[in-house]
């Protein structure tokens, strides 16, 4: 008969990379995405105004602001998701210890 392979014990500090991560990865997904409607919008702006679009206006005063809100919130729920994750682990990794 095999014996199964244990599983490894989940580490608290393992949350806030993975955290950390998914924050990087996701607020850089929406600063792009937010410069690119910014861009377009910028671009719109100056058209119909008959102006040179000023496109420091859309890095500064758009998306960075937006990407700085986003990372904040999207930190915020990766941890709890994260810590949710971690709890359930460890309480999954107990039980398969008692059998």
Known sequence: MTVAPRSRSPHLFGVLVRALLITFVASLLVFAVTLLFAIFGVVITGAL???HP???IAYRHIAIPVGIVAAVIIFVFALIHEFRHYRQS???T???RMN
Do not use: G, Q, V, W
Request: glycine letters at 0%; proline letters at 0%; charged letters at 35%.
């Open 49 to 51: 105004y008959h102006r």
């Open 54 to 56: 000023d496109m420091s």
């Open 90 to 92: 460890k309480t999954l």
């Open 94 to 96: 107990a039980i398969e």
